[in-house]
């Protein structure tokens, strides 16, 4: 069912790699709820991934830049103004740590690995807010969303020095929502997300076992990467005009809960 909630909105989405991606559904919801958008992902996204597909069916095209360099998201932007002049809604879904990647254990980080982690998976939502500023190109009003994960206030072992990139996400948002907010009246916000499996979700070793855990800990299971499609697609509508600077846990009620009777159970099973 759609509802045309973006019907004339414009917008840009960051991170869709392949149909997994969270950032895939997104555009496909965007699409479908009328919006027009742009895509972009890093250049060897476009080798790896089926992006392509996918500007197909949101009868669009794709802009590659590397969320990392000002000179291609200056470019991106530019693109995006010659189309739609301005835009109405972003959504940063971009994450990447080489040291997760490499299996580095926390305390023993390869410290440019480290700095990697934190400029693709949080400063460049920095960037882009800061490129977007300058170039003039959001409405009054619009939406920015960025994902991420609840490792950022609580400790997940093996979710390492991403937990600390989601944290400094978080933070960003908080500090250029206030600026946007004043600026342009722009909303600025984090979600939460579940366990998803996805390429940079299925990365993290015991993925699995996240996975299982967080859905035997929610009350309504997991969240999907559509189910969160739907919520991204919300905060970029007109009926969450008054919503900023938050972090908004989608995640089936799992940030609420100590244990669940579905847990108590397991280890019950589990030691008989
Ligand atoms: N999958 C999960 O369990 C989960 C849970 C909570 C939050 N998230 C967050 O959701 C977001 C999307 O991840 P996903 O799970 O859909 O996985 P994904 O692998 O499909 O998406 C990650 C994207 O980041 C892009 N990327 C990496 N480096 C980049 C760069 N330098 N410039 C531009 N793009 C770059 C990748 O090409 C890819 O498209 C991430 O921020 C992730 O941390 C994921």
């Known amino acids: ?8 909105k414009k917008g840009i989405i960051f991170g869709a790699l392949d149909e997994s991606s969270i950032a895939w559904k997104v ?4 699409y479908a709820e009328g919006a027009e958008i742009l895509l972009t992902n890093a250049p060897v996204a476009m080798r790896l991934g089926s ?5 197909e069916k949101c009868n669009t095209e794709i802009i590659p830049a590397d969320a990392t360099n000002l000179e291609d998201l200056k470019k991106l932007m530019e693109r995006a103004k010659e189309k739609f002049g301005k835009i109405d809604f972003m959504l940063h879904s971009i ?11 926390y305390n023993d980080l390869d410290y440019d ?3 990697k982690t934190l400029d693709v998976s949080a400063i460049s939502l920095h960037k882009m807010l800061h490129v977007a500023e300058k170039t003039e190109i ?18 997940f072992s093996k979710y390492s020095d991403m937990a600390d990139a989601k944290a ?19 909303r600025v916000n984090t979600v939460s997300q579940s366990p998803t499996k996805t390429t940079a979700g299925s990365g993290i070793a015991g993925f699995e076992e996240m996975f299982n855990y967080a859905d035997k800990m929610s009350p309504l299971g997991n969240a999907t990467a559509e189910d969160c499609a739907d919520f991204c697609i919300m905060l970029f509508s007109d009926l969450t005009r008054k919503v900023t600077m938050q972090n908004l846990y989608h995640d089936g009620g799992f940030s609420m809960v100590g244990i669940s009777d579905a847990i108590i159970e397991e280890y019950i099973k589990n030691n008989k």
């Open 138 to 155: 959001l409405n009054r009003g619009a939406s920015i969303v960025a994902l991420t994960y609840i490792a950022a206030q609580r400790i």
């Open 168 to 186: 400094l996400l978080e933070s960003i948002t908080r500090s250029y929502g206030y600026r946007l907010g004043n600026s342009l009246g722009v």
């Open 27 to 30: 555009a496909e919801k965007a």
């Open 113 to 115: 690995f480290y700095n």
């Open 1 to 8: 069912m759609t509802y045309g909630l973006l019907k004339g």
């Open 51 to 55: 992006i392509k597909n996918l500007a």
């Open 95 to 105: 994450g990447m740590s080489p040291n997760i990647r490499k299996n580095k254990p």
